[in-house]
């Protein structure tokens, strides 16, 4: 045998020329040393256009213990709050980006120890690194201040945030975790000597006018974060209410009309999704569009609607039904140009409607709206609209659509110009039906509801005729509106 395989044939029973292979194996002490995983948790992209995100809240605390799936993070993108999940399990070692501040997308917001041992380690790892570095120079400071705290105060101390320097992110950030874990005589003042709070939290204290160091914190270790601060804010507001009997929204005006109160002269910054609806207004601008109207008679359509509405249909599923119909037969109109280059024929007739929220705008979408009958589509779209009012929308629910409604007729709006959102062909506005004088074919002169739609459409891929014969076919199917309860 050991001829046949030229070479030697060892037996596994031999103990005895099994030593030589032992000693010529061996391996130094050190490379047995295994590094404690300390990782980070980063920004992440919720969507194809998210370039930054606002922490909303903490699920978790710091030091607490994660398993695999868990939410750890409420994440506020450009369209929606949604939970971050821990890819791991481990402990949340520390917390890098406070509630209420912003980060872009892949920066990390928080690091994850693999055992409780190393959260200790993780955060003097940063600490002598935050010493090492260059301390920047000192500002002067007001002779009346006695406190000397932690320098990231405002949303500009997150806004350079980068996975290649943890350290550097978490520098001042460090000092206050060890000043609250070394806290004994109080945990948000330390004796009144610092105040450990977010800096979220001091930003809001400033604007209010409100003093931490008597304020006890909710967060981790005693500190104070946003909440205590609101908190403290409408527990002093309620308190000069009942004192003086005047309320402290004097100082705001407020629209006679019943409409949100704001603060004339103050200047206010966008939020996420605001920023993100100024990126894609802007970048429409770059597509040549043009705009082609029509007048549709809308007593069938109206009768239909009554007949039904008690079965939970509402009037935005029935537009969006006709025009899902109406794209089958003109699929031109479904098609996208995303590159400047070529076009996409959509395979899917998906139906974005706009739908003003608090703080913005965004589309939930009506997807195979063609394919579904009228009731699951009304369902459907109640479902959509309460999600988006709750932020709780799914990436696919709100960035899939491949045609735009935009319905201001419930406002009374007889017609008005709809934008084209990025990435789509085209997008219908939709006014007011209204009671209108018109001639009939017989010569005599009758009243009859009609509504006005306009669509804006991208010219590189759609032309007039195209549009002109799907306005046809979408008047002729809501004046004629049988096939939707099919």
């Given at each position: 045998m050991s001829h046949l395989l030229q070479t030697t044939f060892v037996p596994a029973t031999s103990p005895s020329?099994?030593?030589?292979?032992?000693?010529?194996?061996?391996?130094?002490?050190?490379?047995?040393?295994?590094?404690?995983?300390?990782?980070?948790?980063?920004?992440?992209?919720?969507?194809s256009t998210m370039t930054e995100g606002k922490i909303v809240s903490w699920i978790k605390s710091e030091g607490e213990k994660l398993s695999k799936g868990d939410s750890v993070v409420v994440v506020e993108s450009d369209k929606a709050d949604m939970d971050?999940?821990?890819?791991?399990?481990?402990?949340?070692?520390?917390?890098?980006?406070?509630?209420?501040?912003?980060?872009?997308?892949?920066?990390?917001?928080?690091l994850l120890a693999e055992s409780e041992e190393?959260?200790?380690?993780?955060?003097?790892?940063?600490?002598s690194s935050s010493s090492a570095a260059p301390a920047p120079d000192p500002a002067p400071a007001p002779a009346t201040a006695p406190d000397s705290s932690t320098s990231n105060d405002g949303p500009g101390a997150i806004t350079g945030v980068s996975s290649a320097s943890v350290s550097e992110n978490f520098s001042s950030r460090s000092s206050v975790a060890n000043g609250a874990m070394g806290s004994s005589v109080h945990p948000a003042s330390e004796g009144g000597?610092?105040?450990?709070?977010?800096?979220?939290?001091?930003?809001?204290?400033?604007?209010?006018?409100?003093?931490?160091?008597?304020?006890?914190?909710?967060?981790?270790?005693?500190?104070?974060?946003?909440?205590?601060?609101?908190?403290?804010?409408?527990?002093?507001?309620?308190?000069?209410?009942?004192?003086?009997?005047?309320?402290?929204?004097?100082?705001?005006?407020?629209?006679?009309?019943?409409?949100?109160?704001?603060?004339?002269?103050?200047?206010?910054?966008?939020?996420?999704?605001?920023?993100?609806?100024?990126?894609?207004?802007?970048?429409?601008?770059?597509?040549?569009?043009?705009r082609v109207g029509y007048t549709i008679t809308t007593d069938a359509l109206d009768a239909l609607y009554k007949k039904i509405k008690s079965k939970g249909v509402t009037m935005t599923a029935m537009l969006a039904k006709a025009t899902a119909l109406a794209l089958v037969k003109h699929p031109i109109v479904n098609s996208s140009c995303r590159d400047g280059k070529s076009f996409t024929h959509n395979s899917n007739i998906n139906i974005a409607v706009a739908v003003a929220i608090d703080g913005g705008l965004i589309t939930p979408v009506l997807q195979d709206a063609d394919k579904i009958d009228i009731y699951s589509l009304s369902r459907k779209w109640k479902e959509l609209v309460d999600k988006a009012r709750a932020k709780q929308l799914q990436p696919h629910e709100y960035n899939t659509g491949t045609f735009t409604l935009s319905n201001l007729g419930m406002f009374g709006v007889d017609r008005f110009d709809a934008i084209l959102p990025p990435g789509t062909g085209a997008i219908m506005a939709v006014g007011a039906s209204q009671p209108t004088l018109v001639g009939t074919k017989d010569g005599r002169i009758g009243l009859k509801n009609q509504m006005q739609v306009n669509v804006t459409a991208d010219h590189r891929v759609i032309y007039g005729a195209d549009l002109a014969a799907f306005l046809q076919t979408l008047a002729k199917i809501i004046e004629d509106p049988k096939d939707l309860t099919l």
């Open positions: 020329l099994r030593r030589p292979l032992t000693r010529t194996t061996h391996y130094p002490t050190r490379a047995l040393h295994i590094q404690s995983k300390i990782r980070e948790i980063f920004m992440p992209a919720l969507s971050v999940e821990s890819f791991y399990d481990g402990y949340l070692a520390a917390i890098m980006v406070d509630e209420g501040l912003s980060a872009p997308v892949g920066a990390p917001i928080a190393e959260i200790a380690a993780a955060l003097a790892q940063i600490s000597k610092r105040v450990v709070a977010s800096p979220y939290a001091k930003k809001l204290a400033k604007e209010f006018g409100l003093d931490l160091r008597g304020l006890v914190g909710s967060g981790p270790n005693g500190r104070v974060v946003a909440k205590d601060v609101e908190a403290a804010v409408a527990a002093a507001a309620a308190a000069k209410v009942s004192a003086s009997g005047a309320a402290l929204a004097s100082e705001i005006t407020k629209p006679s009309g019943g409409g949100t109160a704001v603060d004339l002269g103050s200047v206010v910054p966008f939020t996420t999704m605001q920023n993100a609806v100024s990126r894609n207004m802007v970048e429409s601008l770059s597509v040549p569009t043009f």
